[in-house]
Nanobody, 124 residues
Framework: QVQLVESGGGLVQAGGSLRLSCAAS????????MGWFRQAPGKEREFVAT????????DYADSVKGRFTISRDNAKNTLYLQMNSLKPEDTAVYYC?????????????????WGQGTQVTVSS
């Protein structure tokens, strides 16, 4: 198993930036592909970004492409999400997730392990 803890959320003005981190412990972090998802009040959980076990392959939701960057440091057992040019519609609880496969996925049902989430609020 792997345990995940997100951090870095907060309140930011539209156009600003935040960097989320997800610290992993337990089984070898590099054995897992990782993803970021978000959930706004009254809405379903939605895909944000995913990265392969090695970091060599990434994918993004169209709504964040060009603004967000997913990355990982396997030596530090940490996943990151750099969020730039934030918009009010990015406001949500952001979750990191792990799947025991080399490749990432945009389907949240394919992830077995989840963090507790971190709140991101973007004011207009």
């Amino acid at each position: 198993q792997v345990q995940l803890v997100e951090s870095g959320g907060g309140l930011v003005q539209a156009g600003g930036s935040l960097r989320l981190s997800c610290a992993a412990s337990g089984r070898t972090f590099s054995s897992y592909a990782m993803g970021w998802f978000r959930q706004a009040p009254g809405k379903e959980r939605e895909f944000v970004a995913t990265i392969s076990w090695s970091g060599g392959s990434t994918d993004y939701a169209d709504s964040v492409k060009g603004r967000f960057t997913i990355s990982r440091d396997n030596a530090k057992n940490t996943l990151y999400l750099q969020m730039n040019s934030l918009k009010p519609e990015d406001t949500a609880v952001y979750y990191c997730a792990a799947r025991y496969f080399r490749g990432g996925s945009s389907n949240h049902h394919e992830y077995a392990y989840w963090g507790q989430g971190t709140q991101v609020t973007v004011s207009s």
